[in-house]
């Protein structure tokens, strides 16, 4: 299993931003994509996750109805749009995966598969 995040950048507090993290080798659609960020001195924590059978989506609760993630399984890509950024949500952003997880969750423990992250910046 390969995961590739991108779409990391610069904006500007108030902007937007639509990272993508592209699948591949699943043998099955059982599985979830999460989405998680570490900012500099501080620990990772979940974002959110989508389950690929069904697109029943979780969010952390500090995203407070920002961001959105959604799944093309015709390009194997999660995205998160993210919106209203603020500061805060400067970090650097990871997507991860795991297989056969009864109950998607956003706890990093419970992942497998990690792709390499990609930086966002937001400016004050």
């Known amino acids: 299993v390969q995961l590739q995040a991108s779409g990391g950048g610069l904006v500007q507090a108030g902007g937007s931003l639509r990272l993508s993290c592209a699948v591949s080798?699943?043998?099955?659609?059982?599985?979830?994509i999460g989405w998680f960020r570490q900012a500099p001195g501080k620990e990772r924590e979940g974002v959110s996750c989508i389950r690929n059978s069904d697109g029943s989506a979780y969010y952390g609760r500090f995203v407070k109805g920002r961001f959105t993630i959604s799944r093309d399984n015709a390009k194997n890509t999660v995205y998160l749009q993210m919106n209203s950024l603020t500061p805060e949500d400067t970090a650097v952003y990871f997507c991860?995966?795991?297989?056969?997880?009864?109950?998607?969750?956003?706890?990093?423990?419970?992942?497998?598969?990690w792709g390499q992250g990609t930086l966002v910046t937001v400016s004050s």
């Open positions: 080798g699943f043998t099955s659609d059982d599985y979830v």
């Open positions: 991860a995966a795991v297989s056969g997880l009864r109950v998607a969750v956003i706890l990093e423990e419970f992942y497998d598969y």
